[in-house]
């Protein structure tokens, strides 16, 4: 049986310490990553998941077929919770003293996935899957950054790459019964092509 290492704290000193540099706030002299650089990651992290709700929002809104009510459906949730990732962002920002990046000016480049509207209901579905892989890739590089610098950061971090592996498998889910059913209609003649530089 290993012996176990007796947990010892100098509680006189993290007193101490809690008095200094109290402008700090939640960052204290125990904080070890990089807060700067965690700063700049998460920002594009927020980007990405703005990308994906106002995605997510379009898909929903454009979605046409017979097939098109249950997806929208999942479109919808799926564009809240990507809200909701973007939030607990935001607010982990400025818990490290940082300010989040909301400007709408440069959001794709700081964002890792790509806003592409796709021309049906099909092209929609792949769109989404392939940029829920984008960002479980993404998310899984800066887990492994932070690693045990940043727990609070990771753990966060680690809940929504749980949900995007969600989100990924919901799509794939979607892809498979709609291949079952066939193609889905495609949109009517006379509306543009959804894939133009806008």
């Given at each position: 049986m290993a012996s176990r290492k007796p947990f010892a704290s100098d509680i006189e000193n993290i007193?101490?310490?809690?008095?200094?540099d109290i402008e700090n706030g939640a960052i204290t002299s125990g904080y070890n990553a990089d807060r700067l650089t965690v700063i700049k990651l998460l920002n594009h992290a927020l980007a990405t998941e703005l990308v994906c709700v106002l995605r997510?929002?379009?898909h929903y809104y454009m979605a046409t077929g017979i097939h098109?009510?249950?997806?929208?459906?999942e479109f919808l949730q799926h564009a809240a919770e990507e809200q909701a990732h973007a939030d607990q962002i935001a607010e982990r920002i400025t818990q490290l003293d940082g300010k989040p990046d909301l400007s709408p000016e440069g959001l794709l480049s700081r964002s890792h996935a790509d806003y592409v509207e796709g021309s049906d209901l099909v092209d929609m579905i792949k769109e989404d899957l392939v940029a829920e892989r984008i960002?479980?890739?993404?998310?899984?590089e800066i887990i492994q950054y932070v690693g045990n610098d940043d727990p609070t950061t990771r753990r966060m971090l680690e809940g929504i790459l749980a949900m995007e592996e969600e989100h990924a498998e919901d799509m794939n889910t979607l892809?498979?019964?709609l291949g079952k059913k066939g193609e889905p209609a495609r949109k009517s003649a006379g509306t543009s092509d959804a894939r133009e530089v806008r």
């Open positions: 007193r101490k310490r809690a008095r200094e997510y929002k379009y098109a009510q249950s997806v929208k459906a960002a479980i890739d993404s998310y899984r892809l498979e019964e």
